[in-house]
């Protein structure tokens, strides 16, 4: 649930203003220029509490990228906000599937309607992407929701 005294604006926010957090949370940084590439900030004033990022690939598919929440704002639910708007901008966007790689937080994102899958199942424009081939080790689960 989330912090009832925390007042939080979601914004996007640019990939240099991201990094630090997300290197801070040991998540990729390499490849935050990419052009399909959306990040959205949860901010309280002018501070970056949390980021997520959702990044399309292909027709109807999106990656979840990166959500990321500074240690010290953890379990205040900016990570729970972060992903209801990442599923709602996915759906605005008309995909149909979200998928993401994860090595520590596969339970969490059970809790948001994802589920694990196969590696080799996954669509070719998932399979093609850097998180899948070079940034994420290969031990890293395969999550998918269905959108529709």
């Known amino acids: 649930m989330p912090d009832l005294h925390l007042d939080l604006t979601l914004r996007p926010v640019a990939p240099a203003a991201a990094a630090p957090l997300l290197a801070a949370c040991e998540l990729p940084i390499d490849d935050l220029d990419a052009p399909a590439l959306e990040l959205v900030g949860a901010?309280?004033?002018?501070?970056?509490?949390?980021?997520?990022?959702?990044?399309?690939?292909?027709?109807?598919?999106?990656?979840?990228?990166?959500?990321?929440?500074?240690?010290?704002?953890r379990a205040r639910g900016i990570a729970g906000v972060l992903c209801g708007e990442l599923i709602a901008r996915a759906r605005r966007a008309e995909l149909r599937e979200l998928f993401l790689l994860t090595t520590t937080a596969a339970d969490?994102?059970?809790?948001?309607?994802?589920?694990?899958?196969?590696?080799?199942?996954?669509?070719?424009?998932?399979?093609?992407?850097?998180?899948?081939?070079?940034?994420?080790?290969?031990?890293?689960?395969?999550?998918?929701?269905?959108?529709?």
Not at 46 to 54: F, S
Not at 56 to 61: D, F, M
């Open 43 to 73: 901010f309280a004033g002018d501070a970056l509490l949390g980021v997520i990022g959702l990044e399309r690939c292909g027709a109807g598919l999106g990656l979840l990228r990166s959500l990321a929440v500074a240690p010290a704002a």
């Open 108 to 148: 969490y994102f059970t809790r948001h309607g994802f589920a694990r899958s196969e590696r080799a199942a996954a669509p070719a424009a998932i399979r093609a992407h850097a998180q899948f081939t070079s940034l994420c080790p290969a031990s890293a689960v395969l999550m998918r929701r269905d959108l529709a």
